[in-house]
Every structure is written in C-alpha cells, then in structure tokens.
C-alpha cells in the first residue's frame, strides 16, 4: 500500500487504518505537504513540511542571506528523505551532516499518532536522543512531516582548489599535509587521484586558506561538479572506514571508479562489493526500538 495524504491529519487516520489491519506501507508520498512553515531569519531557524524539496527550502532561505549547510547531490530530494538517509555530500568535512541542525522535529508513528521532539529554537535541547533516532531510520520508524533547522549565513566567498597525484600513497601524503597544516577547509575528498579542498567564509579567510593550500601543492582551479556527476549513474555503493585507513581501503576498490570524504572516511564507489571489516550491527537494539515504535511492523523492516 502507498499512500499520498493531503494533510497530517489525512496521513494520521491512514496510517492507523493500515496498522489495525497490519497492512504494510509500500511508501508514503508527502508531495501535498511541501510548505516552508515559518522562516525567522532573526533566530536562523525554519521550520518546513516533510514533503518539501531541499532545493525549494535553500531557495526561500537564500531570500534573506542563510541556508542549510547540507549538500546532497540531489537536491531534488524531500526533507523526509534528506532526514530519512542521513544524506551529505562533499562539505560534510567542514560543517556535518543533517543531524547537526535539526532542533525539533514531528513525527507520524505507525499507529497515526503525531509527536513532536525539541522546538523551534536553538537553545531548546529536548527530545535530542529521540532527533538523533529518526535521523537515518530509512522511513523503518515514522513518517518526518514537519522539521525545524537552525541555519548558517551564506558565506561571502567560496572557493575550490586541487591537486593531481600519482598514486594513493601520495594522495595520502597529501591529505595528511592539509590536516597538520593550520588551514581548515570545509571539503577535503579524494577522487580519481584528485585531492579536493574547499574553504569559505570572507574575502580575507578564503584569501589567506588559499595561500597556504598552494603551499602545500593545492593550486589548480576546481570545483565539486564530480561528486553529483559520480551519484548520477547507477549502483554506488558506500564503505564508511577509519580517515587512517582510506588508502587502504581505495587500494581494495582497484580501478572501480569511487569519491572519498578523505576528512571522513566515507567512500562511495561503483563496481563489485568489497569486503571491509566493519562492527557488527546491534541487530537485537535495532529489532527492540522497531518493535517499540512499529510493533505491527506496517513500515519496511530494518536493514
């Protein structure tokens, strides 16, 4: 079953429908709720409706000076799914993901009950653990329909410079140069042997960030064009490992085309899986907090 409500209240009594008769949700469509609720530019907040493109929202905030500091490479994407994916992108580096500005969120749980965690300002912290559970749930959870972020101000200057390396072994020399030198660049990533540093903020930071990477070797002109170019094509696959182990970890890709966060250790790459040590998931945790919050399981398991 899918749905496609036209309001909260219309997603609340299908959704508890569908639970009583332990119908399961195919997905949800929230195309209808896609209003940007209340923007106050004074406080860097706004509120916006699940079914919102984060497009639509960084263009009405841009109005007044600010965005969201998050950039997937599709921007096209609702902020359910924004939420729902924990979704970044290449200034993840420098300013986090997602979960580091939302400040109060609604929720439809499967059995149509709407609840609300944190507020619509900065400084209220409450229901922050129940935030952080929402975020990347892949929609296993609730439906996210109404979200507040905090806001940063558009920076007066941004700019994108890189450098060409030989091989892994000097890419990661590379890397380790930029993150003992005092530059603090909001994109680091590695792709195709290319090492990618971004910086912004005023005229005179960005001026003096840039000095200093051309020191280091980082002075031709980029921009992060690739990484939606790469996310473009079909069958990305995401290892996420320890920034010490990046090298390693891109050695075991071989000649599969990939894009790294080198600051994060988060590689996407195409090609055959690799096989990568990782923690195992606390799966008996995952099927706890799923049965709290979905017992009639209407929502599609946890991975």
């Known amino acids: 079953m ?5 309001t909260i209240a219309d997603l609340q009594q299908s959704l508890a429908k569908a639970n009583a008769a332990k119908s399961r949700i195919e997905g949800v469509d929230l195309t209808a709720l896609n209003r ?38 599709d921007s096209s994407i609702t902020i359910q799914q924004l939420l729902a994916t924990n979704a970044s992108g290449p200034r993840r580096f420098g ?27 900065v400084k209220n912290v409450a229901g922050y653990d129940l935030i952080k559970l ?12 109404e979200v507040t972020f905090k806001l940063r101000p558009i920076p007066e200057m941004e700019r994108f410079v890189q450098k060409r390396c030989a091989t892994i072994a000097e890419a990661q020399m590379a890397i380790q140069s930029v993150l003992h030198s005092p530059i603090t660049p909001m994109v680091l ?23 200093k990477a051309g020191e280091l070797g980082l002075t031709d002109s980029a921009t992060v064009d690739y990484d939606k170019a790469f996310h ?50 606390p799966k ?9 919050f979905d017992p009639n399981h209407i929502f599609p398991e946890v991975a």
């Open 36 to 73: 940007v609720v209340e923007h106050t530019p004074e406080d860097m907040t706004v509120t916006v409706e699940g079914g919102a493109t984060l497009a639509a929202l960084q263009t009405e905030v841009r109005k007044r000076g600010q965005w969201l500091p998050v950039d997937p490479p």
């Open 189 to 211: 990533d590695l792709h195709d042997f290319f090492v990618v540093l971004g910086f912004d903020g005023t005229r005179e930071e960005v001026e003096w960030q840039l000095t």
């Open 134 to 145: 929402f975020i990347g749930d892949q929609g296993t959870l609730g439906v996210v329909v």
């Open 232 to 281: 473009q094509e079909k069958g990305v696959k995401k290892l996420s490992v320890l920034p010490s182990k990046l090298a390693d970890a891109i050695v075991a890709i071989g000649k599969a085309p990939y894009v790294a966060r080198a600051g994060n250790g988060v590689i996407y790459y195409r090609g055959e899986q690799v096989p990568w040590p990782t923690p195992p998931i």
């Open 284 to 292: 008996q945790l995952q099927q706890r907090v799923k049965d709290t």
């Open 95 to 121: 300013y986090g993901t997602i979960r580091d500005y939302v400040i109060g969120l609604s929720v439809v749980l499967a059995d149509g009950r709407l609840i609300h965690s944190g507020g619509k300002v």
């Open 2 to 6: 899918r749905l496609g409500p036209s």
